[in-house]
């Protein structure tokens, strides 16, 4: 319910066979979305992107024109694609980094909070 899909302008929008597109989704004018792919709600694709077969993307994702996210990958909710992802990776975060290093990046922010709050 309430998922926009948009017309192509130069080349049409595609969706593959077996994907499935949750609610609250806005997928923008020329995307082509590969085959059995996963897009959960309130996910923001804007134009000319390019996704590969079975690829996931969790919810609140925008992913900005033009990006290439290559077959089989994963993306966290919430995260912010600005750049191509390479085919099967895990992605999280924003800008979207390979899921270990936000991991990483999440508790270097955590851990500086903590030592600032505490006066260290």
């Not at 309430?2 to 923008?28: C, L, P, Y």
């Not at 923001?44 to 990006?67: E, K, L, P």
């Not at 979207?96 to 500086?112: C, D, F, M, N, S």
Request: net charge positive; hydrophobic share 40%; aromatic share 4%.
């Amino acid at each position: 319910a309430n998922t926009t899909v948009d017309r192509g302008s130069w080349r049409d929008t595609e969706i593959g066979a077996h994907t499935k597109v949750d609610n609250q989704v806005q997928i923008a004018h020329n995307v082509q979305i590969g085959r059995a792919c996963f897009i959960a709600a309130q996910t923001g694709i804007a134009g000319s992107v390019s996704v590969g077969d079975f690829v996931q993307i969790g919810g609140q994702v925008g992913i900005a024109q033009y990006v290439k996210i290559g077959a089989r990958c994963m993306i966290a909710g919430k995260s912010g694609v600005m750049s191509d992802l390479k085919a099967g990776g895990v992605y999280g975060g924003s800008p979207a980094v390979p899921i270990r290093e936000w991991h990483r990046q999440t508790i270097a922010l955590k851990r500086g909070a903590a030592k600032a709050r505490d006066g260290d």
